[in-house]
């Protein structure tokens, strides 16, 4: 495991503008094992009020169990949890909800058969009526349902349409939006822009920006560093299992990070293959439609260690 | 998606939508399919009646027929579609309907207990029977279909160990004059009967049953926090339980619903011939799928209309009654059974793609 200098935790130059804010969540040193296999080791985490912390790591570097840890679907092995500075246990995902931790996952957050505000309301319905008569208050489920939509920047005329009908970032929106309505003060999006196109992923990535402006925490979890530069307060590295270190913002570039996330030697030779074609394409010469220098069947991407 | 340029605040819509008729909003719904499948099975017959000379099936007594036929696996599919709503099958409900009749029937005639007393310790036990298919399934988390196929099963064979050890037959005969002087008989083996041109036909309490469990079922999963649930749990287990519904709760409670509902089928033809047989609702659990799949109701859960589920009780009652008036050899009816099956299923599909923009 090779590290770049500043790796192991956060610049100094950071320390007086965190002052002012505390940590809404935080992860202390959490191991997890599944079996003989080291799912997470000695991982820390911090996320603040109005802060993005960007996640970042390939395919298989522990992102998914650190977030299932933080979202009380996993007990930790080792470390702890701690909401306001205080230590926490979550046996389950309503803990997590209730300590106002709420996160949106790729695939599992909507259900695409079911109405729109149905969704909105899944779990948290609003009742009317007393006794045996107690039952689902449709009508202020839509208003509501409606309304936090609008507000987010999707118009939907009808509620009663099904998720089904929606666009994926439009799904992923929904779901921000109802964590958001339900009192999320730390947001866990979960890849949120790993299946979408390039507009969508502006509009999910929009709705990342506004929660922090609302003052949420928001832990932004993804693979994409295009993705994470822009939006990112801090950004914490995991490479198998491990803690690559947190850096704020604008203390890497997005080469540094792609080196600390186990894939920056692999991209540079394609970038180098790519510009090198491209000369050749100029000088009027023939170009192999398969870049040379790169057996893409020998190098499976990330799996190296980053260049030293 | 139109939005990505606009400030989320000023909303200009997602541009996606567009305004809808109300027919359109109509067959979005999942019941749309099972109605127009309705309309299309009395066609059908209407014009064989006419053909064969016999225009029973459109009389008020040839109405009574078939929806008192429809009410019978009615009665269970209401119950069996909410199930699959949930994303489960319960294929035990065929043996439970044999299982629940054979308890009233040794209760009464072996132990001499009163018929209320025997028809709620039959429910009881059966829907103690359903409580056990979900905690299975539940806690196992292997598929139902599975699980209930064994319990189908197990409990056809413990039908018959049961009564072949205290009466040697699978077959029990009931006092009607115990039944008309008890409180629970007089209501389970009510009917209503009217005289047309001399001859009297009935309508059994069983149609009263299968409309009422069927308004009540439509209700829980439209206009309740529970329904919300079930569709929940059916559209994905997981997601459900990380927004706090209580997913293992909800689908036990839906098995002891088949469970309860297949005994009350049970006790309700036990009352109606005075008498018990182990034999008894045998192969109603792919017939009362068949109901809620021509409902709307899809396999893989999530999705599926009680409405609709009734609809194609009433549908499948009609071909298997509309047959008989028609003098059509009886084998027909699986033909047809088939046949309604498929084309629901691929009107449905439509439907869906359709109307309700589901691609």
């Not at chain 1, 959490?30 to 603040?48: H, M, N, P, Q, W």
């Not at chain 1, 969704?119 to 509501?144: M, V, W, Y």
Request: glycine share 12%; aromatic share 6%.
């Amino acid at each position: 495991m090779t590290m770049s200098p500043a790796a192991g935790g956060l610049a100094p130059s950071s320390t007086a503008e965190r002052g002012a804010r505390k940590p809404l969540l935080e992860a202390r040193n959490i191991s997890k094992y599944f079996g003989a296999v080291v799912a997470l080791e000695g991982v820390s985490l911090t996320v603040r009020a109005g802060e993005i912390n960007c996640l970042l790591g390939d395919n298989g570097a522990g992102k998914s169990t650190l977030i299932k840890t933080l979202s009380g679907v996993h007990p930790p092995d080792d470390g702890t949890l701690a909401v306001d500075g205080e230590p926490v246990t979550f046996s389950s995902p309503r803990d997590a909800l209730n300590a106002g931790i709420a996160t949106v996952y790729q695939d599992l957050s909507v259900m695409p058969l079911m109405s729109i505000s149905r969704n909105f309301f899944l779990g948290n319905e609003p009742t009317i009526g007393f006794g045996p008569f107690r039952r689902f208050d449709s009508g202020k489920a839509a208003t509501i349902a409606r309304e936090e939509m609008h507000n987010i920047g999707i118009d939907v005329r009808d509620t009663d349409q099904l998720v089904g009908t929606l666009s994926g970032g439009e799904r992923q929106t929904l779901a921000i939006a109802r964590a958001e309505y339900f009192g999320a003060r730390v947001l866990i999006l979960d890849e949120p822009t790993s299946a979408l196109g390039v507009k969508e992923s502006a509009f999910v990535l929009r709705h990342a920006i506004a929660a922090r402006n609302k003052g949420l925490g928001v832990i932004f979890i993804t693979h994409n560093v295009q993705h994470a530069l822009p939006i990112g307060d801090s950004f914490t590295i995991l490479t198998r299992g491990r803690s690559g270190g947190t850096y704020r913002r604008g203390e890497l570039t997005a080469e540094q990070l792609h080196g600390l996330m186990g894939g920056g030697s692999e991209l540079e030779e394609l970038q180098a293959d790519l510009e090198m074609l491209a000369r050749r394409e100029e000088a009027g010469e023939d170009v192999p439609t398969v870049p040379l220098g790169v057996d893409p069947d020998a190098v499976p991407l990330g799996d190296e260690p980053p260049a030293p | 998606m139109a939005t990505s340029t606009a400030e989320p605040a000023s909303a200009p819509g997602s541009g996606r939508l567009r305004e809808i008729s109300t027919v359109q909003r109509l067959l979005a719904k999942p019941a749309a399919g099972a109605l127009v499948i309705v309309v299309f099975v009395y066609i059908v017959f209407a014009i064989l009646s006419v053909v064969r000379g016999n225009l029973a099936f459109l009389t008020i007594p040839g109405a009574l027929n078939f929806v008192g036929v429809a009410s019978q696996v009615g009665i269970i599919a209401t119950a069996v579609a909410l199930l699959m709503i949930a994303g489960e099958f319960d294929l035990s409900v065929g043996s439970m309907v044999g299982f629940a009749g054979i308890m009233i029937g040794i209760c009464v005639t072996i132990w001499g207990l009163p018929i209320w007393l025997s028809i709620l310790i039959a429910m009881a036990l059966s829907t103690g029977l359903g409580a056990i298919n979900g905690l299975i399934v539940v806690r196992t988390g292997l598929p139902s279909f599975i699980v209930t196929l064994a319990t189908l099963n197990i409990i056809a064979g413990l039908s018959s160990v049961l009564t072949s050890s205290v009466t040697n037959i699978t077959f029990i005969s009931i006092d009607r004059a115990k039944i008309t002087a008890d409180p629970l008989g007089t209501i389970f083996s009510w009917k209503l009967s009217f005289v047309f041109d001399g001859a009297t036909s009935d309508l059994f309490v069983s149609v009263v049953f299968w409309l009422a469990i069927a308004v009540l079922g439509a209700y829980v999963l439209g206009r309740t926090k529970a329904g919300n649930w079930i569709s929940g749990v059916g559209g994905s287990p997981a997601a459900a339980r990380n927004l706090g519904v209580p997913v293992a709760r909800v689908k036990i409670a839906l098995f002891m619903s088949t469970a309860f509902s297949a005994s009350i089928l049970a006790t309700l033809q036990s009352m109606q011939f005075a008498s018990a047989d182990i034999k008894r609702g045998g192969g109603y659990e792919l017939t009362a799928i068949t109901m809620a799949v021509i409902g709307g109701c899809l396999l893989t859960g999530g999705y599926g209309s009680v409405a609709g589920t009734a609809l194609g009780a009433l549908a499948l009652g009609m071909a298997g009654q509309g047959i008989v008036f028609a003098s059509i050899n009886a084998d027909w009816y699986l033909i047809a059974l088939g046949t309604l099956l498929l084309a629901a299923v691929i009107l449905n599909n439509w439907i869906r793609r359709r109307f309700a923009g589901l691609r």
